[in-house]
């Protein structure tokens, strides 16, 4: 009777831990799931926000390249959204490094580069826009004469946010053609979408990667 007494609370232990371990496996899972779901959530963000500088951007472009010059309240637009959108995409990249660490699937959306910093077309024209800048200052103009090599920068520019521009208009009215808001962000989280769009910029960005930008060194 003792014996089976002992075999019974052996089972309970048993039984008891395999409930505790089921139970904190059970949570483990579903706070990487939201864990998970907080990274995508955040790329999300950075690729609508992307999308809206890259706009601002273009406009801004278009109508120097129109009149032949930019004022430096403008140039100082664009550096500020430059270094916006390439901090951004350097987020991106890193979430994308944790979306494939904790992948769980062999079909997981893979993106075949080793020329992420080399690609980062948008941190080059940042350190082009303070360029500009500073020399602007230096030589006490309030705007830029777009002529010679910058005009040939700024076209390159405004090529490259036009090509960007298509290309998210495209993706949208073929795969996310009528849905907008919340529903639109739970769509593009479920189906990694922001993947394909990074895939999408890296490609551009990697048409431009060999452009000599006009940088000069700083002076005292």
Known sequence: MVKKLKN????????????VSIIINIYSI?????Y????EQQSYTNIEDIKLRNEKNMDILSKSIEVGAIKNEELLKLYKNYDA????IM?????????IENSKFVFSKNIKTNKVMENDIHGKIKEYMVSTLNREMKNERSKLKLE??????FKYMYEISSKIYEYFNKFNEETLKGITGEEKEKRVI????????????YDISNDYAN???KIEAPTE
């Not at 579903?30 to 939201?34: A, E, G, S, T």
């Not at 959108?85 to 951004?88: A, G, Q, V």
């Not at 010679?148 to 920068?153: A, K, R, T, V, Y």
């Open 8 to 19: 019974i609370d052996y089972m309970m232990i048993i039984s008891g831990i395999l409930i």
């Open 30 to 34: 579903m706070k990487l799931n939201y």
């Open 36 to 39: 998970e779901y907080k990274i």
């Open 85 to 88: 959108i390439s901090t951004e």
């Open 91 to 99: 987020e991106l990249w890193q979430q994308y490094g944790q979306y």
């Open 148 to 153: 010679g090599e910058d005009l040939q920068s």
């Open 190 to 201: 479920k189906e990694h979408y922001w993947v394909d769009m990074l895939q999408g910029i």
């Open 211 to 213: 452009i000599q930008w």
